[in-house]
């Protein structure tokens, strides 16, 4: 959406907005959840350029990087490797949640990045400090995407799902296998999150 506004890609993840919008966003849904079955996919790829084509259109967004594992936001987003962000602040008993969020990377779109793999992603995901960091992004932003580690190596996705509420699962053409995507879909449904779609990358 930034380095090639005018390719191909940039048009796709135009579509995706629209239908975010229009079937999500309109509905009064202020968050959603990037999951995808496998690595490798382009969940992450596929959050942040949603994000930015959302903060494009005048939609103040957030988007979080609570892959705990294998975290790749500061792989896109420049600056972002030595920033304190999700895991600090899921560690500190502080209330300061702006203190790990950078404002304004682009009009209307903030960060907050992973701030490092931990050892202990699944305890801190399923503590109430995640809880109320997605309770006060949906509160303070118009828009909440969080990307999610792979659902094959861990947990983690269906816990993040389950909070939000929504999530979208990201496939790769000739790499994510059919079955992955319903058993993950179910998986998440059986969570009560809501599957609002699903996304297939090209490459």
């Known amino acids: ?11 796709a993840v135009r579509t995706l907005r629209t239908h975010v919008a229009a079937q999500h966003i ?3 849904r202020r968050g959603l959840a990037v999951c995808a079955a496998s690595a490798g996919v382009g969940a992450t790829f596929t959050a942040l350029n949603l994000a930015v084509a959302l903060a494009q259109i005048g939609t103040k967004v957030i988007v979080i990087d609570a892959d705990l594992r294998r975290p790749q936001f500061q792989d896109f987003v420049r600056g972002g490797e030595n920033l304190l962000g999700l895991k600090q602040y899921l560690e500190g008993s ?12 682009i009009e209307n779109l903030s960060v907050m990045f ?8 699944q305890e801190l995901l399923a503590s109430e400090r995640f809880n109320a960091l997605v309770e006060r992004s949906l509160r303070d932003y118009d828009f909440t995407i969080i990307d999610t580690p792979p659902a ?6 269906r816990r993040i799902s389950t909070v939000v509420g929504y999530s979208i699962i990201v496939a790769k053409r000739h790499q994510t296998f059919v079955n992955d995507i319903k ?5 998440l449904r059986e969570d009560h999150a809501q599957v609002i779609g699903a996304v297939m990358n090209e490459a």
């Not at 094959?152 to 996705?157: G, L, P």
């Open 1 to 11: 959406m930034i380095s090639d506004p005018h390719g191909a890609s940039a048009e």
């Open 26 to 28: 309109e509905a009064g």
């Open 94 to 105: 502080g209330s300061d949640f702006s203190s790990y969020v950078q404002e304004d990377v």
């Open 114 to 121: 992973s701030g490092g793999a931990a050892n202990e992603a």
């Open 152 to 157: 094959n190596t861990c947990a983690d996705a």
């Open 183 to 187: 058993a993950l879909a179910k998986q």
